[in-house]
């Protein structure tokens, strides 16, 4: 129980690390604001947005959006904004008006809510009026802005993805305000939207909401495009009207993210990150004609007018520098002068600015380090002296002709903000590197020696240990660093003290092991294991190596047949066959590029007539329970049939299409607690009901993967435990799943090994196996459209999450059977040395440079490698509770959890 807690303590302390080695919060307090001198550009600016809208499309499809299309070629600027990852709503709409990145730590907050307070456009002006979602528009209205930000949102309950229409909707709502808004405006409003610096924001989700439902190629995501070309121009007509054309206002159309051919986003496809930017009236250039060619697609049919590509935060400095109001406190873009239509020295003006907020940040950051970092041990940013005197020339000497130089500083002063962001995170990444080693090597020491019941006494040794952590603790406090620092830097001097302390008893085995002449064995074991991990790790990069992988494992069976091993033949010959056809599958492309239901469909057709041929011919009991869930699967197969024609009609979800698949989902949770505790009782129920899930969950051939899967999984305790007659076969799978382990430790085997390979391969496959799921654009809202029309994150969240970890249950149940028919449990122990050494690799693989696709992968696979080692000893642990516990018979009930604490022991 101590190495378990050990072990708990110290995966969470390496989880934690990465976020404050890689991923501090873009955000710093106690910023002073940088006034512009300079008089507006515009005194009052329009910001429609409209949510999802991706660039291609929109430049393609000029026929749908021709208003904006005029404006490009007669009387403003365009462009590309590039987004990052995350592409979600929150982050979007935080980076064009705060003009900051969002923390990627916000995810837990579903991007809906603030991890922190920040500073932005809304919050500098003299007031702005916002309408549109309510999941958008209240954090601008948060903290300071508090007062000065005015919202008017719809109801959530008219966000829907049935695919009737209703999209459009959303955004008439938000239009047919805003021109209310001016026509009935009071004396009060009359004052506030008369000053200058005032901002009117438009959220239009209407694109957004087609392209998850209907796909962005569908004629009701193209149609809410026209939509919105035409309520741009009624809303510029009703503004210019108010204002009585006096040229004052300056209107900025762009996007949060863009989408997938497949409806989503979320990670870094250029459908996901590239989305449109116009810009027209006062303060902006006009058309322009290109010096030299441009590399905008020929579809576009822009190549006479010049492109004007920003990155996302750039739009913020923007639209501060147009109203003359202070560029949010937190602001990481650099000012895109190629936009401004204004006269050279007032463009210098307002990049020195944008320059002079930039600066200020980085006074921050590097006080925040240096009033902390003892003067010994401080390593200072090591452009700073050179910021200073070019920063001192620009100021008092500059012109328009140094802005190339307003931008080396601005983009230097970034790199310093990122600098002094992440100084500890080089100590820090060494210490929980040394840490990770030094653990592994800690669990191997376990797995061949048994603990010392006294351990030995070295007053020495225990006393420079101390020392060294009394060190580290005095000197984190005197530098108030965060106290979890002392974790870190603590940790790896603990498992080295907890390895040193034993040294006589692993040394020992090690040595015994050389003198018998096992040089070889070891050596094969060792490149075994090596190559295996290497195989998991590679699996996450290239999916075809899970396919190379089955292959070999399909040969396992025959090749120890041909050493003289006696093994059923029909049992090797399936094996072989459904290993071959799993292996198809990670050659396939990732799940969501279309619907295809048919395959769906299939999938329900080849595992109903397998389930009843099985209970037919191995089970003698609960045979009416497991008819009854082969009969859930046809019907769950021609439901969904039914409800995709449905949606094909425009009539959405039906409420009887709803009832039924909630009906179905929740018999199919039900009936494997009730079969009795057999073998192919517990597994083959186990299986009909992840299937009958699966399918109702599922929009392409993702189905028919889990199928055989399940297949897979059922065989693979028979030929674990090496079957040789049909007899022994028929009584194995009949025997009775009892908690009645053997828990003496007998020695490593290679058994042991492969079994705990498996068990991680086997996870890598349920989860690779037909994408990255890891990847945050294969969630697909299709795949609850079965239960739910409107949009419900947490009732979403929660049927995406059941998909995801039902074939991990089923893994964890397959290998729990071979623990329980075995009566010997897996070595844990090497499990986590295993996921140990798949983490390690991931953790120096976070990357903070480079495509932001790259990045949001490589942090993904960190969190799967370490989730993977928090939590497969409790799915294990919960496997084997399912498997030998029945709501009719609680006579195992007791057995099991003995069991279940023995095991975590």
Same mark, same amino acid.
């Given at each position: 129980?101590?190495?378990?807690?050990?072990?708990?303590?110290?995966?969470?302390?390496?989880?934690?690390?990465?976020?404050?080695?890689? &991923?501090?919060?873009?955000?710093?307090?106690?910023?002073?604001?940088?006034?512009?001198?300079?008089?507006?550009?515009?005194?009052?600016?329009?910001?429609?947005?409209?949510?999802?809208?991706?660039?291609?499309?929109?430049?393609?499809?000029?026929?749908?959006?021709?208003?904006?299309?005029?404006?490009?070629?007669?009387?403003?600027?365009?462009?590309?904004?590039?987004?990052?990852?995350?592409?979600?709503?929150?982050?979007?709409?935080?980076?064009?008006?705060?003009?900051?990145?969002?923390?990627?730590?916000?995810?837990?907050?579903?991007?809906?809510?603030?991890?922190?307070?920040? *500073?932005?456009?809304?919050?500098?002006?003299?007031?702005?009026?916002?309408?549109?979602?309510?999941?958008?528009?209240?954090?601008?209205?948060?903290?300071?802005?508090?007062?000065?930000?005015?919202?008017?949102?719809?109801?959530?309950?008219?966000?829907?993805?049935?695919?009737?229409?209703?999209?459009?909707?959303?955004?008439?709502? =938000?239009?047919?305000?805003?021109?209310?808004?001016?026509?009935?405006?009071?004396?009060?409003?009359?004052?506030?939207?008369?000053?200058?610096?005032?901002?009117?924001?438009?959220?239009?989700?209407?694109?957004?909401?087609?392209?998850?439902?209907?796909?962005?190629?569908?004629?009701?995501?193209?149609?809410?495009?026209?939509?919105?070309?035409?309520?741009?121009?009624?809303?510029?007509?009703? =503004?210019?009207?108010?204002?009585?054309?006096?040229?004052?206002?300056?209107?900025?159309?762009?996007?949060?993210?863009?989408?997938?051919?497949?409806?989503?986003?979320?990670?870094?496809?250029? *459908?996901?990150?590239?989305?449109?930017?116009?810009?027209?009236?006062?303060?902006?250039?006009?058309?322009? #004609?290109?010096?030299?060619?441009?590399? @905008?697609?020929?579809?576009?049919?822009?190549?006479?007018?010049?492109?004007?590509? =920003?990155?996302?935060?750039?739009?913020?400095?923007?639209?501060?520098?147009?109203?003359?109001?202070?560029?949010?406190?937190?602001?990481?873009?650099?000012?895109?002068?190629?936009?401004?239509?204004?006269?050279?020295?007032?463009?210098?003006?307002?990049?020195?600015?944008?320059?002079?907020?930039?600066?200020?940040?980085?006074?921050?950051?590097?006080?925040?380090?240096? *009033?902390?970092?003892? @003067?010994?041990?401080?390593?200072?940013?090591?452009?700073?002296?050179?910021?200073?005197?070019?920063?001192?020339?620009?100021?008092?000497?500059?012109?328009?002709?140094?802005?190339?130089?307003?931008?080396?500083?601005?983009?230097?002063?970034?790199?310093?903000?990122?600098?002094?962001?992440?100084?500890?995170?080089?100590?820090?990444?060494?210490?929980?590197?040394?840490?990770?080693?030094?653990?592994?090597?800690?669990?191997?020491?376990?797995?061949?020696?048994?603990?010392?019941?006294?351990?030995?006494?070295?007053?020495?040794?225990?006393?420079?240990?101390?020392?060294?952590?009394?060190?580290?603790?005095?000197?984190?406090?005197?530098?108030?660093?965060?106290?979890?620092?002392?974790?870190?830097?603590?940790?790896?001097?603990?498992?080295?003290?907890?390895?040193?302390?034993?040294? !006589?008893?692993?040394?020992?085995?090690?040595?015994?092991?050389?003198?018998?002449?096992?040089?070889?064995?070891?050596?094969? $074991?060792? #490149?075994?294991?090596?190559?295996?991990?290497?195989?998991?790790?590679?699996?996450?990069?290239?999916?075809?190596?899970?396919?190379? /992988?089955?292959?070999?494992?399909?040969?396992?069976?025959?090749?120890?047949?041909?050493?003289?091993?006696?093994?059923?033949?029909?049992?090797?010959?399936?094996?072989?066959?459904?290993?071959?056809?799993?292996?198809?599958?990670?050659?396939?492309?990732?799940?969501?590029?279309?619907?295809?239901? &048919?395959?769906?469909?299939?999938?329900?057709?080849?595992?109903?007539?397998?389930?009843?041929?099985?209970?037919?011919?191995?089970?003698?009991?609960?045979?009416?329970?497991?008819?009854?869930?082969?009969?859930?699967?046809?019907?769950?197969?021609?439901?969904?049939?039914?409800?995709?024609?449905?949606? *094909?009609?425009?009539?959405?979800?039906?409420?009887?299409?709803?009832?039924?698949?909630?009906?179905?989902?929740?018999?199919?949770?039900?009936?494997?607690?009730?079969?009795?505790?057999?073998?192919?009782?517990?597994?083959?129920?186990?299986?009909?009901?992840? %299937?009958? %899930?699966?399918?109702?969950?599922?929009?392409?051939?993702?189905?028919?993967?889990?199928?055989?899967?399940?297949?897979?999984?059922?065989?693979?305790?028979?030929?674990?435990?090496?079957?040789?007659?049909? !007899?022994?076969?028929?009584?194995?799978?009949?025997?009775?799943?009892?908690?009645?382990?053997?828990?003496?430790?007998?020695?490593?085997?290679?058994?042991?090994?492969?079994?705990?390979?498996?068990?991680?391969?086997?996870?890598?496959?349920? &989860?690779?196996?037909?994408?990255?799921?890891?990847?945050?654009?294969?969630?697909?809202?299709?795949?609850?459209?079965?239960?739910?029309?409107?949009?419900?994150?947490?009732?979403?969240?929660?049927?995406?999450?059941?998909?995801?970890?039902?074939?991990?249950?089923?893994?964890?149940?397959?290998?729990?059977? =071979?623990?329980?028919?075995?009566?010997?449990?897996?070595?844990?122990?090497?499990?986590?040395?295993?996921?140990?050494?798949?983490?390690?690799?991931?953790?120096?693989?976070?990357?903070?440079?480079?495509?932001?696709?790259?990045?949001?992968?490589?942090?993904?696979? $960190?969190?799967?490698?370490?989730?993977?080692?928090?939590?497969?000893?409790?799915?294990?642990?919960? /496997?084997?509770?399912?498997?030998?516990?029945?709501?009719?018979?609680?006579?195992?009930?007791? @057995?099991?959890?003995?069991?279940?604490?023995?095991?975590?022991?």
């Amino acid at each position: 129980m101590n190495l378990l807690l050990c072990g708990v303590l110290v995966h969470l302390l390496f989880l934690a690390s990465i976020f404050d080695i890689y &991923f501090n919060s873009p955000v710093l307090h106690g910023i002073k604001e940088f006034q512009p001198s300079f008089a507006p550009a515009a005194k009052r600016l329009v910001l429609f947005v409209a949510d999802g809208l991706r660039a291609n499309t929109f430049f393609s499809r000029k026929e749908f959006s021709p208003y904006l299309r005029s404006i490009i070629e007669e009387r403003g600027s365009w462009g590309v904004s590039h987004t990052r990852v995350p592409t979600e709503s929150r982050p979007g709409h935080v980076a064009m008006i705060a003009g900051l990145y969002e923390d990627p730590s916000a995810v837990t907050k579903g991007w809906k809510e603030n991890p922190v307070e920040f *500073d932005s456009v809304f919050n500098r002006s003299s007031h702005t009026w916002a309408w549109g979602s309510a999941d958008i528009l209240p954090m601008f209205a948060k903290g300071e802005a508090a007062g000065r930000v005015t919202t008017f949102t719809y109801p959530k309950s008219m966000q829907r993805f049935s695919g009737d229409g209703s999209n459009e909707k959303l955004d008439t709502w =938000v239009f047919n305000r805003v021109k209310r808004f001016f026509f009935s405006a009071s004396t009060k409003t009359d004052e506030k939207i008369g000053k200058k610096g005032v901002v009117l924001f438009l959220h239009l989700l209407g694109i957004d909401t087609a392209g998850h439902a209907t796909k962005p190629h569908s004629y009701e995501y193209l149609s809410n495009i026209r939509l919105v070309d035409r309520g741009i121009q009624e809303i510029e007509r009703a =503004v210019e009207g108010y204002f009585d054309n006096d040229g004052k206002t300056v209107y900025v159309f762009t996007a949060d993210h863009g989408m997938t051919d497949w409806g989503s986003h979320g990670a870094g496809l250029p *459908d996901e990150t590239e989305t449109p930017l116009v810009l027209w009236g006062a303060g902006i250039k006009g058309p322009e #004609s290109p010096m030299k060619s441009q590399e @905008s697609p020929q579809q576009w049919d822009l190549s006479s007018y010049v492109r004007k590509d =920003v990155n996302q935060a750039d739009v913020a400095a923007l639209m501060a520098a147009l109203l003359a109001i202070p560029t949010p406190t937190n602001n990481v873009g650099i000012l895109p002068t190629e936009y401004i239509g204004k006269d050279p020295d007032w463009i210098y003006l307002a990049a020195v600015s944008n320059m002079e907020q930039i600066l200020l940040q980085l006074e921050r950051a590097k006080d925040l380090v240096h *009033d902390k970092v003892f @003067s010994v041990f401080l390593v200072p940013y090591p452009h700073l002296e050179y910021l200073e005197k070019l920063h001192h020339r620009l100021t008092q000497n500059g012109s328009a002709k140094d802005l190339p130089e307003v931008k080396i500083v601005c983009d230097l002063a970034l790199i310093g903000i990122e600098y002094y962001q992440n100084y500890f995170g080089a100590s820090l990444k060494l210490a929980i590197t040394a840490a990770h080693i030094f653990w592994m090597i800690f669990l191997i020491t376990r797995l061949i020696s048994k603990p010392r019941i006294d351990p030995r006494n070295s007053l020495v040794f225990d006393f420079v240990v101390i020392a060294v952590l009394v060190s580290s603790f005095v000197l984190i406090i005197a530098q108030k660093l965060p106290i979890q620092y002392f974790a870190y830097y603590s940790l790896p001097v603990l498992l080295l003290w907890l390895i040193l302390r034993d040294v !006589d008893l692993w040394w020992s085995q090690i040595t015994s092991s050389f003198t018998k002449n096992n040089v070889l064995k070891l050596s094969m $074991f060792l #490149s075994l294991t090596i190559l295996g991990i290497s195989c998991l790790v590679a699996s996450f990069f290239k999916r075809s190596v899970l396919s190379f /992988a089955l292959l070999g494992l399909a040969l396992w069976p025959p090749i120890e047949k041909l050493n003289g091993a006696k093994w059923h033949r029909n049992l090797v010959i399936l094996w072989t066959v459904i290993c071959i056809a799993v292996a198809v599958f990670p050659l396939l492309p990732v799940i969501g590029k279309e619907a295809n239901y &048919f395959l769906v469909f299939c999938a329900g057709l080849l595992a109903t007539p397998l389930s009843i041929c099985a209970l037919l011919m191995y089970c003698n009991s609960s045979k009416k329970l497991l008819v009854s869930q082969s009969v859930l699967v046809i019907f769950a197969s021609i439901n969904v049939i039914w409800n995709s024609k449905n949606y *094909d009609a425009g009539l959405g979800l039906t409420w009887i299409n709803q009832i039924t698949s909630w009906t179905i989902f929740g018999l199919s949770l039900i009936f494997p607690l009730i079969v009795d505790s057999s073998f192919v009782c517990k597994m083959l129920s186990l299986s009909l009901s992840i %299937c009958t %899930c699966s399918i109702l969950l599922s929009v392409r051939h993702e189905a028919l993967f889990i199928v055989l899967l399940l297949i897979l999984l059922v065989l693979y305790p028979l030929i674990e435990l090496e079957v040789q007659t049909s !007899d022994a076969l028929k009584a194995v799978l009949h025997e009775t799943l009892i908690s009645n382990m053997n828990n003496e430790r007998s020695g490593l085997s290679f058994a042991d090994i492969r079994r705990a390979f498996l068990y991680l391969f086997s996870t890598m496959l349920a &989860f690779f196996g037909i994408g990255n799921i890891a990847s945050l654009n294969s969630f697909d809202p299709a795949w609850v459209k079965a239960f739910v029309s409107t949009f419900d994150p947490f009732l979403m969240g929660a049927l995406i999450l059941i998909k995801t970890i039902l074939p991990f249950f089923a893994v964890a149940s397959s290998i729990a059977s =071979v623990s329980l028919l075995s009566k010997k449990p897996i070595q844990w122990l090497l499990v986590l040395s295993m996921c140990d050494a798949m983490a390690l690799p991931f953790f120096h693989m976070v990357q903070t440079k480079g495509s932001w696709l790259d990045i949001g992968q490589s942090i993904s696979h $960190f969190v799967i490698a370490h989730v993977c080692i928090l939590f497969l000893l409790l799915l294990h642990t919960a /496997a084997h509770l399912f498997l030998v516990f029945n709501i009719r018979s609680c006579k195992n009930y007791k @057995s099991c959890w003995v069991f279940a604490f023995d095991c975590l022991v």
